[in-house]
Nanobody, 115 residues
Framework: QVQLVESGGGLVQAGGSLRLSCAASGSIFGFNRMGWYRQAPGKQRELVAT???????NYADSVKGRFTISRHNPKNTVYLQMNSLEPEDTAVYYC?????????WGQGTQVTVSS
């Protein structure tokens, strides 16, 4: 059973940076997509960014130019570098792994951006 373990959340001032990491335990074979979603209080969970094991990326318009997603396939790890953070980025960030019919989620990590 693959599990996702996230790290790197915290409190930062507006304009600052944070880096999130998510490691998938176990072996992953074949096409898959890892990514980050976020959920702010009172709002639905939304896509932030995804990256396939082939390196194709997808970003929400709200984070383009500020966030960068990357992954290290041998370690089954995905990263989210977040720069120029805004108070609107405050949310719980969830790691996601889509492989075959399995859609797995991490436990979430809080990111709070103060103005």
């Amino acid at each position: 059973q693959v599990q996702l373990v996230e790290s790197g959340g915290g409190l930062v001032q507006a304009g600052g940076s944070l880096r999130l990491s998510c490691a998938a335990s176990g072996s992953i074979f074949g096409f898959n997509r890892m990514g980050w979603y976020r959920q702010a209080p009172g709002k639905q969970r939304e896509l932030v960014a995804t990256v396939t094991n082939g390196g194709n990326t997808n970003y929400a318009d709200s984070v383009k130019g500020r966030f960068t997603i990357s992954r290290h396939n041998p370690k089954n790890t995905v990263y989210l570098q977040m720069n120029s953070l805004e108070p609107e980025d405050t949310a719980v960030y969830y790691c996601n792994l889509l492989i075959g019919l399995n859609n797995l989620w991490g436990q979430g990590t809080q990111v709070t951006v103060s103005s």
